[in-house]
């Protein structure tokens, strides 16, 4: 699998007659008696880190090295901008349903896809065929922040706290570094950690993760992260519910930076956002982003009529094509 990570289809169409297919077949890829409903209303608490001091490093750096940054780590920096629509957030949390990792809105069934995260992250040097599976055998914790931040390991052993279960380096120590390093490449490195730390894969606040690390240090063996941290968007929303067309897109179009651009309203309450995806139309809906056209699809492994994604913490299992049953 790590090796031919993408299944390459003949068009769209025969995926679709294949997923038809199988669902009059086999019907729905959920354990037998298992009754998929979604449950009432679920109290979401969002808290993010702050990410003022990520922004600052980002402004004050000169064009050079923030291409350096594009090249190596794609689009990442857009992220530290883009804002958080709280009730947006909390109201779709609602129509999230776990038997089939999709969102359930009325009579239509939307579902994020591989292709759609690979093309939003825009980092052609690491998407590669592989995708980031934890190895059997890893250099400690230490070595690995050694290796990244061009430190020695008597500085990330003394750097290192632990909090909770985790291992983690606070945000503080990668900050001054970054500030002081001589090395703009490990400048570059140690800023796109703290990202993939502080935005994609945050779990304990102000610091990043041993697991973030090891996935980071993957990075440089051509190993996608794409499904890593589509899995972990899936498996938060799990965990949440438990307890333009006619537009020609240039090279270099980043759909970070308009998301980021566009406007936005912030007066739209929680509960008006229930009622407006609650009363979704499938006429209502685009189906596929006109940025969008991808030449491969991953919608199955093998045999299987799903995909298994190994994230950082857990993998979780990816069936884009039940959408469309």
């Known amino acids: 699998m790590r090796n031919e990570y993408l299944n390459k289809v003949e068009d769209n169409a025969s995926v679709c007659t ?20 979604l449950w009432d209303f679920t109290r979401v608490n969002s808290t993010q880190n702050e990410l003022q001091e990520l922004r600052n490093i ?3 750096w000169h064009d050079e090295a923030k291409q350096l940054f594009y090249q190596n780590y794609g689009d990442l920096p857009y992220l530290l901008d883009v804002k ?15 038997a089939y990792s999709f969102f359930t809105f009325g009579n239509v069934d939307i579902v994020p896809t591989l292709e759609e995260y690979m093309t939003l992250l825009l980092c052609l040097r690491i998407q590669g065929y592989k995708a980031y599976v934890r190895p059997a055998s890893l ?34 120590v990668l900050r001054d570094l970054i ?10 490195d140690v800023l796109a950690l703290s990202i993939y730390g502080m935005v994609i894969f945050p779990k304990v606040l102000g610091h990043i993760d041993e697991a973030v690390v090891d996935l980071f240090d993957q990075l440089g063996k051509q190993n996608t992260p794409v499904p890593a941290i589509l899995a972990e968007t899936i498996r938060s929303l799990n965990a949440c519910r438990r307890a333009g067309e006619g537009r020609v897109f240039f090279e270099g179009y980043s759909l970070l930076k308009e998301t980021v ?5 912030d007066d ?3 509960k008006r956002w229930i009622d407006i995806l609650r009363n979704l139309r499938e006429e209502d809906v685009r189906w596929k982003a006109p940025w969008l056209v991808p030449s491969k699809v991953l919608y199955r492994c093998g045999s ?14 990816y069936t884009p094509f039940l959408a469309l049953r």
């Open 58 to 60: 980002w402004a004050q």
């Open 268 to 270: 739209i309450s929680e």
């Open 139 to 172: 250099p400690t914790f230490m070595k690995k922040l050694a290796m990244i931040t061009g430190m020695s390991e008597q500085w990330a052993v003394a750097r290192v706290q632990q909090k909770g279960d985790s291992k983690c380096i606070p945000w503080a």
């Open 18 to 37: 294949w997923s038809e297919k199988t669902q009059l077949e086999k019907g729905d890829s959920v354990t037998e008696s298992y009754t998929s409903e």
């Open 261 to 265: 651009d566009m406007p936005r309203r």
């Open 84 to 98: 958080i629509d709280r009730h947006l957030f909390r109201a779709m949390v609602q129509f999230w349903n776990p």
């Open 179 to 188: 500030l002081m390093h001589p090395d703009v490449k490990k400048k570059v």
């Open 304 to 317: 299987f009529d799903w995909v298994p994604l190994p994230g950082i913490w857990e993998a979780v299992g």
